[in-house]
């Protein structure tokens, strides 16, 4: 075979694996949207998030515009919709009022989309320009679909009314080793300058000097918070930021979004649609920023900064490399962590012990996206690529980094270097955390 052969024969297996992916994607969406009537892919369930019918169109709108325009270099299918599903020029509040296309135009858009993308892909041999290498640009939209399907399933959470989505339960827990564990300090390498689908926040690698530290081997629980609760950890102001107190007051915080207490003081939750018991072996979610900075302080603790939850997920010390996921360079699978919607839930504790790190840190990956204490900045060297409203326009001001993806995350976006971020006070989103603390006297650093 010669060198030619070889590179088409590559060519034409990463063709088929994007295909693959744009097809998973679409599935989901599709189940996501067809789960429920028109009347609730029209209605806004939240002022925080887009309808439905939004979220659908959109996706086949950024499609268009990358796959179809610029990839496939073909003529705007519906240029007269741009300004509906961009958005930048749209509040989610506010795009209930737009003229958006119905759920069967969207259905139909969306479609024909995805015909002319399939058709770009068999046409572009994906190389010869930064968006085109290694597929970046089909890359791009299979995370950019899957981004919006997590935010679907957040405003499936929102929705009144019967349960429509369902799934197994997650594999039970199992005791863990240790409650902690120590993570040495010295160098190691943040972020990626290899991986072909990181997006531009992720750019480039770069060698961060990390002191010695302590981090939980597992996300905090359901039942350890509701120790912080009993404590009086939501009316004792020693625990909480100044931004953190005004909000807990004016949003009048108790405990953890869709939580309830029924008349014996058990705690129930609100599930998609299930009201069930509080699971006290399952990480908590649906927390802010603020509630999770509070407890730690109440444990005696703090959040991870950004650069330590990253040394976590993915030192090696026995090589001293930075591998990609906790548990190695290969992609995840339902052994390693609970990504990808494959169940409606965290998982509880100990739930997947092939997924953890070398350390010994463990569910890193899955289950809940994990606030850190970082603010969300660019890294030294970052260039914006391919668009600067995806990362750069959100530097700066009060968001914070949250890490490590949820059970509503799929496999396709997100890696041990991927970035999210949100504002401190948000708790619609699949979020949780875990603690960490200084060295202390005596321990082995």
Excluded at 318 to 334: I, L, Q, V, Y
Excluded at 337 to 354: D, E, M, S, V
Excluded at 390 to 403: H, K
């Amino acid at each position: 075979m010669t060198v030619s052969d070889h590179i088409a024969s590559d060519a034409e297996q990463l063709r088929a694996r994007v295909a693959e992916l744009l097809g998973a994607s679409r599935a989901r969406s599709t189940a996501l949207t067809d789960a429920v009537d028109e009347a609730d892919l029209v209605a806004q369930h939240s002022p925080l998030m887009s309808p439905l019918v939004w979220d659908f169109a959109h996706i086949g709108s950024q499609e268009e515009l990358w796959l179809v325009r610029d990839v496939g270099g073909r003529e705007p299918l519906r240029p007269e919709i741009d300004g509906l599903y961009d958005a930048f020029q749209h509040s989610r509040a506010s795009r209930i009022e737009l003229p958006l296309l119905t759920p069967a135009e969207a259905r139909t858009y969306v479609a024909e989309v995805r015909d002319k993308a399939l058709d770009a892909l068999d046409r572009s041999p994906l190389t010869g320009r930064r968006l085109l290498e290694h597929g970046f640009a089909f890359g791009m939209i299979v995370q950019h679909e899957q981004q919006h399907d997590e935010t679907m399933l957040a405003t499936h959470q929102l929705r009144v009314g019967a349960p429509v989505l369902h799934a197994p339960a997650p594999p039970a827990g199992r005791p863990l080793p240790a409650r902690e564990v120590l993570v040495p300090g010295g160098p190691f390498t943040m972020g990626t300058s290899t991986e072909p689908w990181a997006l531009d926040n992720e750019r480039p690698a770069h060698v961060v000097e990390v002191p010695a530290f302590v981090i939980d081997a597992a996300a905090v629980t359901n039942g350890e918070y509701t120790a912080f609760i009993a404590a009086g950890g939501y009316d004792d102001r020693r625990w909480w930021s100044e931004a953190g107190w005004a909000h807990r007051v004016q949003a009048g915080l108790t405990a953890p979004q869709f939580w309830e207490r029924d008349g014996s003081g058990e705690w129930y939750r609100r599930r998609f649609g299930v009201l069930e018991r509080v699971a006290a072996d399952e990480p908590v979610v649906h927390v802010c920023f603020h509630e999770a900075e509070a407890y730690a302080r109440w444990a005696g603790k703090r959040l991870p900064t950004e650069a330590e939850w990253e040394k976590a997920a993915r030192y090696d010390p026995a090589t001293g490399r930075s591998r990609r996921f906790p548990w190695g360079d290969e992609d995840p699978t339902p052994e390693h962590a609970n990504l990808g919607q494959r169940h409606l839930q965290p998982a509880p504790a100990g739930a997947f012990p092939a997924g953890a790190s070398p350390l010994g840190v463990q569910q890193l990956m899955g289950d809940v996206w994990e606030w850190t204490s970082s603010g969300w900045h660019p890294y030294p060297g970052f260039e914006v690529f391919p668009y600067a409203e995806y990362s750069q326009v959100f530097f700066g001001g009060d968001y914070r980094v949250l890490r490590g993806g949820s059970f509503g995350t799929d496999p396709a976006a997100v890696r041990g270097t991927f970035r999210n971020w949100d504002l401190p006070i948000r708790r619609q989103i699949f979020a949780g955390f875990r603690c960490a603390r200084d060295v202390s006297p005596g321990e082995s650093a």
